[in-house]
């Protein structure tokens, strides 16, 4: 089914370059308790009222738990060549540290074994939000203690399936984790305040790097990255405290997590609060500890921020000027739709002599869809979403930027955080009461893009 024209080819952006699609495992998996799986901060704070939008769960979520081989299946149909996909720490190490769990262990051996016999290559991400509830209890990303447990669960995994893979991604959005969940407190596990952010900042710029070490130690030929969530930043004037507010806002957004692991330490110059981590929290020696010599960094994208000097806003100084007040193209959650943003970012990224490559780990758009009497979900939206952001990747490729691959999130709906089941990102749609699958419009558009014929 070919929906719409397609501005490029496959073959545009090279033989090798990598074609991928994304799952996480609390989104899902569901099996929350199944197996000798220990609860995570997310089945803690998604209990609580009034902290999901749409009052939902992710016990279920889209039972991938026991339809990962349809899952992994529907992501060979559609043409990808890679499946990546994250480690539920506490199914693997229910209490965080300690005892492990052989029934977790096993589950993924078998994910991976289905991707292999599929040709499919393994891309595997150990931290994507999911923090055992156990170690929460000891003060989570707060608390120095959670860098050797992260420690010591990269290394279990890595010894576990290192013969098998070859693809690393050490931390999901470090930013998004800590930000939301220990500064804004509208994610897992809902904590408030600097005094929560930033040492869980350090304990995560720490943990990226030696699990970056893990991995080299312990698997040979290990290709090793970090996915970060960035942003075009956009000052909403040339004034002077508007320029200020944007490098501010570029040091938290962008800089935040990249600038260590390159040995550059934090971005204090642009954002002087963060010297507070020092003052604090930081121990003499943790700073020959934060940098890693990762062979990527994942980027992902999803829209630029246009920011001004706000006076009143505590710490910070920053607003965001929302994208629904600039009469700009928007997805279904309000996010502006911007493929000039993802290219802009990828420039400001490979800009870094430390940089080697790039890889866009992940890129898609929310929309409420909705099937035809027949079927059909003509979402015409999301496919001229993956084209814009697609092409601005193409322009970075012809300048000679290096990179190497695009993943799409999702391959299909999910859990989507604290918007529940209502936000839509899949190119597989999900009916959660059956848990069948119907392949999107867009769905079927990468596999026209990705097919043979299609080059």
Same mark, same amino acid.
Request: glycine share 10%.
């Given at each position: ?101 052989? $029934? ?5 051996? +078998? ?6 016999? !599929?040709? #499919? @290559? =393994? ?117 002077? $405290? ?5 490098? +501010? ?6 800089? !935040?997590? #990249? @600038? =260590? ?132 990747? !193409? ?61």
């Amino acid at each position: 089914m070919q929906t719409t024209a397609v501005p490029f080819t496959r073959k545009d952006f090279g033989d090798d370059f990598l074609w991928g699609v994304t799952i996480s495992a609390f989104q899902n998996e569901g099996a929350f308790n199944t197996d000798g799986k220990g609860p995570s901060i997310w089945d803690t704070f998604s209990g609580r009222k009034g902290k999901i939008k749409d009052k939902s769960h992710a016990q279920v979520a889209t039972d991938f738990y026991n339809r990962y081989t349809q899952d992994i299946l529907l992501a060979k149909l559609l043409g990808f060549s890679v499946f990546r996909f994250s480690l539920s720490w506490s199914r693997i190490i229910p209490k965080g540290t300690g005892a492990v769990n052989p $029934a977790g262990i096993d589950f993924y051996h +078998r994910v991976i074994d289905a991707c292999l016999e !599929l040709g #499919l @290559e =393994p891309y595997i991400t150990l931290y994507h939000w999911d923090l055992p509830q156990a170690l929460e209890h000891k003060g989570g990303w707060s608390h120095r203690g959670v860098v050797f447990a992260f420690e010591e669960f990269v290394r279990i995994c890595a010894r576990e399936y290192g013969n098998k893979v070859k693809n690393w991604i050490v931390m999901n959005e470090p930013f998004g984790f800590t930000a939301l969940g220990y500064m804004l407190g509208v994610h897992a596990p809902g904590k408030f305040g600097l005094s929560w952010f930033l040492p869980a900042v350090h304990h995560a710029v720490m943990a990226q790097a030696e699990g970056g070490r893990v991995l080299r130690d312990e698997v040979p030929g290990a290709n090793i990255g970090t996915a970060l969530s960035c942003s075009q930043i956009i000052p909403n004037s040339n004034s002077e $405290a508007d320029l200020v507010a944007a490098r +501010r806002a570029d040091a938290l957004f962008n800089r !935040l997590f #990249l @600038e =260590p692991s390159l040995g550059m330490g934090y971005p204090v110059g642009d954002f002087p609060l963060l010297k507070r981590i020092e003052r604090r929290y930081a121990l003499w020696r943790d700073w020959d500890r934060l940098a890693f010599n990762f062979d990527f960094i994942g980027v992902q994208n999803y829209f630029p921020l246009v920011v001004k000097y706000n006076t009143f806003m505590p710490v910070v100084k920053i607003s965001e000027v929302k994208a629904r007040y600039r009469n700009v193209p928007l997805t279904g959650l309000g996010w502006e739709i911007n493929g000039n943003g993802l290219y802009e970012v990828l420039r400001q990224f490979a800009s870094y002599e430390g940089v080697k490559k790039l890889i866009v780990t992940e890129g898609g758009a929310a929309f409420p869809d909705i099937p035809a009497a027949d079927g059909r979900i003509a979402d015409l939206a999301r496919i001229s979403y993956f084209q814009e952001y697609l092409s601005g990747v !193409l322009k970075a490729k012809k300048e000679g930027i290096p990179v190497e691959g695009y993943f799409a999130w999702t391959l299909t709906d999910n859990f989507e955080w604290a918007e529940g089941y209502r936000a839509r990102f899949g190119l597989v749609y999900v009916n959660f009461e059956t848990q069948q699958r119907m392949i999107k419009d867009s769905g079927y558009w990468f596999r026209d893009l990705l097919s043979p014929s299609g080059q």
